[in-house]
């Protein structure tokens, strides 16, 4: 996991790619499960500028796979999450959790993955009660290997944590 933070003054909106909106001063705790770009943009009446800044991430080994989370979104009122296997083991089966607001709403049983293979599912069985277009920030939180069904070498990067 990587902290990236983040101080701006005078935007009346900042965004940061693959976040979202966010609080013109903060910090947030990612995961990518490769290298990523971060872009910063902040906008007042004045316009719009950006920063970026880059987060590198290495490779695990070959023999053991490594699932972290790789996006959530909702789509009417359902929730959605991808997961990759980074590592380059295939995995077992294993479980995924949905966390809002701390409490556990949801999970999925995830099928075995292959080293580097992504999928994007759904949890079954729930419904995304919180709309689309509200004011304000939701805590959410994904986690992969739930239950510590599969052996990696990081058991510490199986989440994502957000504000949608």
Not at 31 to 47: C, F, H, M, R
């Amino acid at each position: 996991a990587v902290t990236l933070s983040w101080s701006v003054s005078g935007t009346t909106q900042a965004d940061i790619s693959t976040i979202g909106s966010v609080e013109p001063s903060g910090t947030r705790s990612v995961t990518p499960a490769s290298s990523t770009e971060y872009v910063l943009t902040a906008t007042n009446n004045a316009g719009t500028t950006s920063m970026k800044a880059k987060v590198d991430v290495t490779s695990f080994g070959k023999d053991k796979p490594e699932l972290v989370i790789t996006g959530f979104r909702v789509e009417g009122n359902k929730a959605y999450f991808k997961i990759k296997n980074v590592g380059g083991g295939h995995s077992k089966p294993s479980t995924a959790y949905l966390f809002v607001e701390g409490s556990k709403r949801a999970s999925c049983l995830v099928e075995p993955l292959s080293g580097d293979e992504e999928r994007e599912l759904p949890f079954p069985n729930y419904e995304w009660s919180y709309g689309s277009g509200r004011t304000f920030r939701l805590p959410v939180r994904v986690c992969a290997d739930a239950l510590d069904q599969v052996l990696e070498y990081d058991e510490n990067n199986n989440c994502l944590s957000m504000d949608w």
